[in-house]
């Protein structure tokens, strides 16, 4: 899916709830945000932890302001 909308690994990240998720990002080279605590995504090693998908918005925005080549949040992939 990002080689095909035009974006590299480096300008995405993957935002999931399960530690299958977080692995899929590391597997694609992205970065990954886990929305909710679940232990096993928690132990997956997520880049961060978000309580919803409005916080995780708000990183993904914060990490844009910090970076121009960083994660785009036209380049995100969600599987909630």
């Known amino acids: 899916l990002m080689e095909r909308?035009?974006?590299?690994p480096s300008e995405t990240v993957m935002i999931g709830d399960?530690?299958?998720d977080?692995?899929?990002a590391r597997?694609?080279?992205t970065r990954?945000?886990?929305v909710g605590a679940a232990a096993a995504g928690l132990a997956a090693g997520p880049?961060?932890?978000c309580a919803d998908?409005?916080?995780a918005a708000g990183l993904l925005e914060e990490w844009n302001s910090h970076s121009a080549s960083g994660p785009h949040a036209s380049?995100?992939?969600?599987?909630l």
């Not at 909308?5 to 590299?8: P, S, V």
Request: proline fraction near 0%; charged fraction near 5%; charge should be negative.
């Open 75 to 79: 380049g995100l992939a969600a599987d």
């Open 53 to 55: 998908l409005v916080q």
């Open 27 to 29: 597997n694609a080279g």
């Open 5 to 8: 909308c035009g974006f590299l």
């Open 18 to 20: 399960s530690a299958a």
């Open 22 to 24: 977080i692995l899929a």
């Open 47 to 49: 880049d961060a932890v």
């Open 32 to 34: 990954a945000i886990l």
